[in-house]
């Protein structure tokens, strides 16, 4: 097998056209299609990155070893150097990307890799507007270390985020930090949870806040009950609300007596 016999096979093993090819190396296409025509060869450096590419020795590009088989014939030595993981990524794309790409580094509107970048990505570390990873950052995120609009993970940060650890304007953890917070711990402005600090309001079964309505425990500088609230109790603690919260969370307050409302249904 020829040196252009051996590029055209394993550009196609990878799942590659010449342009793209050309593209990685540097060189236009009709370069490579020279390569693959044996018309012309390529420069050292242009073997040594097709090398990397490819997951192959340079001898294996350069040499043509054969080794005979059982029956005497000539075969050609298989290249033992080659990884079972190739990079493959779509023919098709939109805007220089492709639809999807698997590799180490993967970047296409579909990303699967170690590093990947996409509207959808999934990787060790992946970034996309919906993103699957160890450390996740997307509008939609989730993995071990988790960034974004909506986030869910161990270590968790976002506008909605919900993880062993979360932080958030509407947060949910076993540990939990936010304006809205549920969680065994919860600390924020609005808090409901086993042991709850709030600065405003606070529900739980230890509960410390300016309003606050505890199961065994309640401290409140406002306003404190141990046990079930009356009807009575509720619009105290919604006028109470309506007094002592700043204009810029009306709206975590009118959450907040939504869900006082729904608790005496």
Known sequence: MTLGDKISKLRKEINYTQEQ???????SRQAVSKWESNITFPETDKLIRMSELFDCSLDYL???AVETDDNGGRKEAENSSKKPFRERKSEKTVWGMPLWHIAVNARGFVALGLNARGVIAIGLKAKGIVSLGLLSLGLFSYGMLSLGLISIGII????LS?????????SMGAISLGILSYGAIAVGDFTVG???IGRYFAMGDHARAMIAIGGTKATGSVFSKIGELTVQ???SIKELLDTTVPAYLNWAKEIMKKFIDLYII
């Open 194 to 196: 086993a042991l709850c």
């Open 162 to 170: 919900a993880g062993t650890f979360s932080v958030g304007i509407f």
């Open 156 to 159: 968790s940060m976002g506008i």
């Open 21 to 27: 090819l050309a593209t990685l190396l540097g060189v």
């Open 233 to 235: 109790d509720i619009e």
């Open 62 to 64: 350069l040499k043509d």
